[in-house]
């Protein structure tokens, strides 16, 4: 996330570097009137350039080898030229692009509702539906996002650029305690064997108030979006979102990732001597084992080695949507193995929409406190990505401009988490996985992302895809998405590395990780901190379960520590001793990125800002 430390002023930023050997193509402008457009129309529909232009699209599509004198030519190969947000798109560049946006975000946006569903024991009907809303919303709010309405008093909806949306990995590590404290409170039941082994019974009420909850926090990232721009930076510089950002990552590594590869993240995990969860992910499955089982492991380890083979040897096509790959291989052998349940697949419908199922929308009090302050999150994580795709589109990051397509951003951001909430979707933010793609296919123009916008449309309204996505064994997913969170840690080490560790930020940086990292491992700490409180009301037990849930949430403690001593503590002086922009992203304090370059462009502005995402 970009942010300008105490001190540092913020520099113009220019894309300067901009490369004579590729004839740019020439600006989009439409013939006036009624026949104008409808010449438009026929034109791109008719002509060779309307379809595929002058595009080079064996260099998207063909491999790449990292060695011999074909390596020698690939990296020599002239790039294709830049498409910025208005420019003329070939329409088979814009249906291949789209589609490219999508299946670089598909993973990212099925995995939450999987892992929600997971986590309250839902039934696979409703699972299903999840997984099509989710795809649904995106689609829809991803629209929003992607537009540019001005509001009264000089402000906007939307950012103006190819910004899509996705179900925020933020919320996951919050609900996580959120649930736990339902169940532990008997607002959702458990079974106790008479082995003492006790099981979650399914608690769909549970994710309604998490909506619910979801719905009315939602207010306050809309109100952060008309704050001015340099005052959050100021609260929340890249020393206490990059110390979320490692923790949202890690933490779901531990709560999901790793346990879907040893075989589920249910309660099979926890070796029970009875009841359906004695193997994994049940005792119905087609070939059910004991969780940690080494074919488990090998399934997972073959999705994962696929997301490596494909970075190393895939066209630039297939290297943006590499989880998918990841996944489709796993699935392969998986099936060919007998570990995959095609009874989703038969369930499913095939065509469905929103609110085929739903969920008692209900606000639970004690979640109120964690919510608020994950939209807080959403907002920083919002402003961050919103720099780089302004970043990558070539596009000024300084100026009131750019600050209005913050504002716009962050406002359409919480109005999606508003509108998804209605949707019986969990929170939505702007994903970071869609800027790699403008890097390397050199398209920034918004018509892409429509497209993109349409295909997952269609993803969730098939509900045959839906049944698809939830047929794909633990282990599978559990390889693709270890890999998945671990990226979202890395991206927080990289937001880290834009501070100069002085000794006050070493000194913060302690101080949050000893909160975060604790609770990471030692989850229980925090659960008995009000036991020895007698008789309390309702009001004060509420307030009590909000603390419990918080400090429970490794990256919310973390970021409360963070934030609070990098308000209070003052900065020492001689500690201001770099020149504005050193270490810092382009975004921040003018450190420039050249995207022009085919070599290693495409590295370079993914690593300006990357969201806890991916497939985000």
Request: with cysteine.
């Amino acid at each position: 996330m970009s942010s300008t430390p105490e001190g540092v002023e913020p520099s113009t930023s220019t894309v300067t570097h901009q490369p004579t050997s590729t004839a740019q193509p020439e600006p989009y402008a439409t013939r006036p009137g009624f026949k104008g457009y409808i010449t438009d129309v026929r034109e791109r529909l008719t002509t060779k350039d309307g379809w595929v232009g002058d595009y080079d699209f064996a260099w998207l599509c063909m491999p790449t080898l990292p060695f011999g004198k074909a390596a020698a030519i690939s990296r020599n190969r002239r790039p294709p030229p830049f498409f910025s947000l208005n420019e003329r798109l070939p329409l088979v560049l814009a249906l291949i692009c789209g589609l490219q946006h999508a299946l670089a975000m598909l993973a990212g946006l099925i995995t939450p509702p999987i892992i929600f569903a997971s986590a309250l024991n839902l039934d696979g009907e409703t699972q299903a539906y999840m997984i099509s809303s989710s795809l649904i919303a995106c689609g829809i709010l991803s629209l929003v996002q992607m537009s540019r309405l001005r509001l009264p008093g000089g402000y906007f909806l939307g950012t103006g650029l190819l910004s899509v949306v996705g179900t925020s990995f933020a919320t996951l590590s919050t609900a996580f305690a959120i649930f736990n404290s339902m169940y532990a409170n008997g607002t959702c039941t458990s079974t106790t064997a008479a082995d003492g082994t006790i099981t979650r019974d399914p608690c769909p009420d549970a994710y309604g108030m998490l909506l619910g909850t979801s719905l009315i926090c939602s207010f306050l990232e809309m109100g952060m979006s008309f704050v001015p721009v340099r005052i959050l930076r100021r609260i929340f510089p890249p020393l206490v979102t990059g110390t979320v950002v490692v923790l949202i990552g890690a933490s779901l590594i531990g709560s999901s990732g790793i346990l879907d590869w040893g075989g589920g993240s249910n309660d099979c995990s926890s070796f029970p001597t009875s009841g359906i969860f004695v193997k994994c992910p049940t005792i119905f499955a087609p070939r059910p084992l004991v969780w940690g089982s080494p074919e488990f492991i090998g399934l997972g380890f073959l999705s994962f080695v696929t997301i490596v083979i494909t970075e190393m040897f895939g066209s630039p096509f297939l290297k943006n949507a590499s989880i998918i790959v990841g996944l489709v291989v796993g699935c392969i052998v998986a099936g060919a193995a007998g570990y995959i349940d095609g009874s989703s697949i038969k369930t499913a419908p095939a065509i469905t929409f929103l609110w085929v199922h739903t969920f008692k929308i209900r606000v639970y009090p004690p979640a109120i406190l964690p919510m608020l302050a994950v939209y807080i999150s959403l907002a920083m994580e919002a402003i961050g990505d919103i720099t780089a795709s302004a970043e990558v589109s070539r596009l000024e990051v300084d100026g009131p401009e750019f600050d209005s397509r913050i504002q716009g951003g962050v406002l359409s951001d919480g109005i999606g988490g508003f509108l998804s909430a209605l949707f019986t979707v969990t929170p939505l933010s702007v994903f970071a996985q869609n800027n790699g793609v403008i890097a390397i296919t050199r398209c920034a123009n918004r018509g892409a992302g429509r497209i993109c916008c349409c295909f997952l449309l269609l993803f969730g309204i098939l509900g045959k895809i839906s049944g698809v996505f939830l047929a794909i064994p633990n282990s599978v997913l559990g390889g693709v998405t270890t890999f998945l969170f671990a990226s979202v840690m890395t991206s927080g080490l990289r937001v880290l590395s834009y501070i100069r560790w002085t000794r006050r930020d070493r000194f913060i940086l302690a101080a949050a990780m000893s909160f975060g990292v604790g609770d990471l491992l030692v989850p229980g700490i925090f659960e008995h901190l009000f036991d020895g409180v007698k008789n309390p009301n309702s009001g004060l037990e509420g307030l009590f379960e909000s603390i419990t849930i918080v400090l429970s949430t490794p990256f919310l403690s973390a970021g409360i520590v963070a934030t609070t001593l990098n308000l209070l503590l003052p900065v020492e002086q001689g500690e201001n001793f770099a020149a504005p922009g050193a270490g810092l992203p382009r975004g921040a304090a003018g450190h420039e990125v050249d995207v022009e370059d085919g070599s290693g462009s495409h590295d370079e502005v993914n690593s300006v800002e990357e969201k806890k995402q991916v497939v985000h």
